[in-house]
């Protein structure tokens, strides 16, 4: 893990590469693009105490042009989703997507039989690296996505990963 | 504010454009066996559908002082009374009776200005030609509420300045809580 | 104030806010119709969130509808979930024990006090203050803390059940409430000093957004919004539920009418809060938690039936109609943002767009509610 294909680069620089990663893995900037109950374990995670300044991310940015990552943390409605698609859109390459919580990944508590509302999930129609179950999921395990997609860019853990210790069955 | 008053004019109200007394009485006595006003039977089944009047209901029961029950084009003049005796609007509701062909629309009044009071009025209109005036001109936070029950039922309030889907999309076409909805 | 500037036609112009907005606390879009930098209208439009819960309502079982009244209002969750669970009480006639009573006031208290202090964090951040957040999020952390140690979740509380509450609650418990009020006293004059005495966030709300006692009753507004206008309404005085008439606590009430008053509602409510957990916690009995005799299937009798509770935000009401079955007929929640929101068209009219959107905030406005 941790290749990413660029095919339309002409020019392809090794170390300059592994530089360009590792400063973009560093300084993740996220869209401040909370929809419901998620965004605030997403602004829980970058207030005080679990602080994602730390791994660079406490920059939200509003604005689609300025980000690299779109943590997309709620429920997409379905007058929400041209919203959605248009600001991943505008959003300039190298960009992510992180699916946070049960509604971004498959639709959560609101999918049922009979239901008019919401899109299923955020990856039928957008691109997403890293999902984080959980409603809403910690801000911990929001750090965890974070460290899991840089992961994905960079191809190397910035912090090791704590086994539960707990014996196999 | 004047809670006998409030109550005296609803049942003024109600009592409007109903049949002479005989004929209600004769009703009344197939139904069941209780007040000249119109009363729902206390039994679970088969209910008879209840006739326009005031109930004085028990509030710890119920959550209501006072359940009225008018015509369609009476709801106007029952905002104003309330309006006058300086209660506020807090919801609409809309009821699909889809066994009955009906629907009808539920309006919760409370008094915020000392002693606990509550008023619902309800109203039925039947179910392919629902139209209800709109009390947006006494209560204009009726408005939101009008285009939220014409968003999950239909209704269409007559005179609403702006009857638009509020919840739903704006290019959607269903209406999603009557009961032979299907989803999409 | 701003008639000539709204005379000349020149100047004006459509600007969309939102849906995605760091302002408008989830996704509300509002359309503005602008002279230059003064508002002519602005419309918001809703259902950008819109989830379906009074469908679900009807799909669901009573019990089975429960984890909803958290993903409502997901900053005061606690009170939606003794809403909901004291009205199907009410319906089934189930009786609640005195120590889950207590039990759920001290939780629901201190999930009002959260609430507040993230409004608090997330009206200044409007303003343009980045560092209040940080200090009550720092508060508010202590409190999820505690609630999470007795209900598991953090943010959408799913505790109360028909008959008292999901598990009891350890002493450590009450005492980390009690050293927690104790922390948060402390702290409260450093609020008041740097923000609330601070005269840029003086200026930017005192005399800003004027909100009426009639404009509060026209559009049915409840809660702070309704307080800061002058009017002496709170559901757990004037329509008491739970074990409220037993506490002896404060309604505070402003009578200016401005963003100012509903933010020193809120500030002041924060205090009263504290003094309701305290009382609470001191008389709280021994006891089981939960109701003997709950049954497993709910089936009242049909009809409808009716129950308010004070919300952070205001009145939430329920009204359910039943008709004999273990599921709702309808389920209509009646969400206080919603009637607060409603009167942003005509409240905002020829203000700066700067002090629209104080008004805004000082609204508190959770758009999940509104959308249900």
Redesign the interface.
């Known amino acids: 893990m941790g290749s990413e294909s660029i095919p339309s680069s002409i020019i392809q620089l090794s170390t300059v590469d592994k530089v360009l990663e590792l400063g973009r893995a560093n300084s993740l900037w996220p869209m401040t693009f909370g929809l419901a109950c998620c965004a605030i374990e997403m602004m829980a995670a970058g207030a005080s105490r679990f602080d994602l300044s730390r791994f660079g991310a406490e920059v939200f940015r509003p604005s689609p042009r300025q980000c690299d990552v779109m943590i997309v943390a709620g429920t997409i409605s379905k007058k929400m989703f041209p919203a959605v698609k248009t600001l991943y859109d505008q959003m300039p390459e190298p960009k992510w997507v992180i699916a946070m919580g049960n509604c971004a990944i498959s639709g959560g508590p609101f999918k049922f039989d009979g239901q008019y509302g919401i899109i299923e999930g955020a990856d039928t129609f957008l691109p997403v690296d890293v999902y984080i179950p959980g409603c809403p999921p910690r801000p911990e395990a929001l750090i965890e996505g974070i460290l899991e997609l840089e992961e994905k860019i960079t191809g190397n853990r910035r912090w090791p990963r704590v086994e539960s210790g707990l014996s196999q069955p | 504010m004047n809670k006998a008053n409030v109550i005296q004019e609803l049942r003024a109200l109600a009592s409007e454009g109903m049949p002479d007394e005989p004929e209600v009485a004769a009703v009344v006595e197939q139904a069941s066996p209780e007040g000249e006003e119109g009363a ?1 039977p206390k039994k ?1 089944a088969p ?1 008879a559908p209840r006739k326009n009047g005031v109930l004085e209901v028990d509030y ?5 002082h006072v359940d009225a029950q008018v015509k369609a084009d009476q709801v106007v003049r029952a905002a104003q009374i309330l309006d006058e005796a ?1 209660m ?4 609409i ?1 809309g ?2 009776w889809i066994n009955d062909k009906e629907l009808e629309v ?1 309006y ?1 009044y ?1 008094y ?5 009071f ?1 008023v ?1 009025v309800r109203a039925r209109i039947p179910r392919d030609q629902a139209n209800i005036p709109t009390i947006s001109e006494v ?3 009726a ?2 509420h009008e285009r939220e029950t014409f968003d ?1 039922f239909g209704i269409h309030f007559e005179g609403h300045p702006q009857l638009e ?5 704006e290019d959607c076409d ?1 209406h ?2 009557l009961k032979d ?4 | 104030m701003s008639s000539q500037a709204l005379s000349q036609n020149k100047e004006r112009f459509e600007l969309n806010l939102g849906p995605q907005h760091p302002a408008t606390h989830g996704v509300l879009r509002v359309k503005l119709l602008m002279d230059g930098e003064y508002v002519v209208d602005a419309e918001p439009v809703l259902g950008y969130i819109h989830r379906m819960h009074e469908l679900m309502g009807e799909n669901r079982t009573w019990a089975q509808y429960l984890p909803n009244m958290g993903r409502l209002d997901y900053l005061s969750a606690l009170s939606y979930n003794l809403g909901y669970v004291e009205l199907v009480e009410k319906m089934a006639g189930i009786e609640v024990p005195e120590r889950a009573e207590y039990i759920r006031v001290i939780t629901t208290e201190m999930n009002r006090i959260s609430s507040h202090l993230l409004w608090f964090g997330a009206f200044v951040l409007d303003l343009g203050g980045f560092t209040p957040l940080l200090y009550a999020f720092d508060d508010r952390e202590q409190i999820l803390d505690l609630l999470e140690a007795v209900t598991g979740s953090r943010l959408t509380y799913c505790y109360f059940r028909f008959g008292g509450c999901y598990n009891d609650v350890e002493d450590d418990f009450l005492s980390g409430c009690l050293a927690f009020i104790k922390r948060l006293r402390a702290r409260m004059p450093m609020y008041h000093n740097l923000v609330t005495k601070n005269v840029i966030l003086r200026q930017r709300l005192e005399g800003v957004g004027p909100i009426s006692a009639e404009m509060c009753r026209k559009y049915g507004a409840t809660g702070p919004v309704l307080r800061g206008s002058g009017i002496n309404y709170d559901v757990r005085k004037n329509e008491p539920y739970s074990v409220y008439p037993e506490l002896d606590f404060d309604v505070p009430v402003y009578h200016e009418g401005d963003s100012m008053a509903r933010y020193m509602v809120r500030m002041d409510e924060m205090d009263q809060c504290m003094r309701i957990i305290e009382q609470a916690i001191a008389k709280i009995p021994e006891g089981p938690v939960r109701a003997e005799k709950v049954p497993k299937m709910i089936k009242p009798e049909p009809g409808d039936y009716y129950h308010a509770v004070e919300a952070a935000r205001g009145t939430f009401g329920i009204r359910a109609v039943s008709d004999g079955k273990n599921q709702a007929y309808r389920m209509k929640l009646r969400s206080p943002t919603f009637s607060n929101l409603s009167l942003y068209q005509e409240a905002s009219k020829g203000m700066l767009l700067a002090d629209a959107l104080a008004l805004m905030g000082s609204l508190d406005l959770v758009i999940p509610e509104i959308d249900r």
């Not at chain 2, 915020?112 to 606990?116: A, D, F, I, M, Q």
């Not at chain 2, 889907?165 to 999309?169: C, D, K, N, Q």
């Open positions: 729902a679970a209910p710890a029961g119920k959550g209501v300086g506020t609007l807090e919801a509701t009821v699909d539920v919760d409370s915020t200005g000392g002693e606990c509550r619902v209560f204009p936070g408005n939101w999950f889907y509020l919840l739903l999309p269903f999603p809580l909805f299907k989803g999409c």
